[in-house]
Each structure stands twice: as C-alpha cells, then as structure tokens.
C-alpha cells in the first residue's frame, strides 16, 4: 500500500514539475538596432548628420541639415520606416522617432544605405523656393502591415496542463483498478 500511495505522490510531483516551465517568463529577445544615415542631394551645398546614427524602436533621433556659403535648406526627403515628432520636411532640424520593424533597408531612391536615411536638398540663395510657401506638409513613413506577434508560449501552458490532467486521471484510474483487485 506504502508502494501505491509513493507511487502517486511521484506522478503528481512530475506532473506539475512539467508544469512549471509552461508558466515561466518568456525570454526578452534583445533589441533591434537599426542605421540612420544621412546624404546630401548636391555635393558642396550643405551637410546633413543624424545624432544617433544607430538606435532602438521608439528612439528619437535628430536631424540637422547645415547649408553651405551661397545655399539655403530646401527640403528634405527621407526613407525607411519612421515618424516625424518634430518639425517639417521643411525644417533644417528635425526630430524622427524610428518605427519597429523598419528591418527593410531603404525603400525609396535613396539606395540600400541604411534602415532610415535623410537625405538634405538644398538651394542657392539667389534660386526660387523649390517646395513652395504653401506646401507645408509632414513626411509620412512607409505603411506596412504590422501586427503584434505571438508565440506558442500559451499553446504549451495548456497542452503541459491537459497532459497534467491527464495523466493525474490515468493515475487514480490505475490505482482504483488495483484497489479493486484487492480487496
């Protein structure tokens, strides 16, 4: 009888020693950085830099286009994946806050430089305005189809816990049977 009742005592320990990992955290995958990289449309007329060149999701980065002698910032065109949260297009400043998953490298004109790249255009003093008083508008970042991901992680926690249950049942089924037996 001391055999039986160890018996099912050890099943049920196993079981919900299985049990345990189904509920443990789900290990953080570390973060994605992604390249920010900026250009200058005609070499000579100005400087564009990004502070940081590198960052996160939901990171903010800077912008700055600086003209040179006998130019004057015009515009900038920018690519990959991102939101403006600061300023214009129109604005030799700006702040951008890079969006998840932007893991395609730049998907305009730009080329294949970086995950978000500025490009800063530029025009001589003396020049009209290319971009026009009135056309004050933000960039918008490229739409892509974006969902939260999900793991097996539930599928295991109840398939460990149908197991469990089952397995407890086959246990006290066994142990009626031979109860049966002996009596």
Known sequence: MMKKVLSVLLAVVLCFMCSVSAFAEVSPTPDK????GTNVGVVGS?????????????????LTAVAA?????????IDGKFEIVEGTIYDPVIKVEIVPEA??????DLGDYADIMGEA????????????????ETAKPDDGATAPQTGSFEIQAVSVIA?????LMAVAFVYKKRTE???
Do not use: C, M, R
Not at 46 to 62: L, M, R
Not at 103 to 108: A, E
């Open 121 to 136: 255009h530029f025009k001589p003093i003396d020049s009209e305005a290319t971009t026009g008083v009135g056309e004050q």
């Open 33 to 36: 950085y992604y390249t920010i």
């Open 163 to 167: 197991l469990s249950v089952a397995g």
């Open 181 to 183: 037996k002996t009596k």
């Open 69 to 77: 002698e006998g130019y004057v910032f015009d515009h900038w065109q």
């Open 46 to 62: 100005g400087t564009a830099f990004a502070a940081p060149t590198s960052g996160i999701a939901g990171q903010i980065v800077v």
């Open 103 to 108: 893991d395609n490298k730049t998907h305009g």
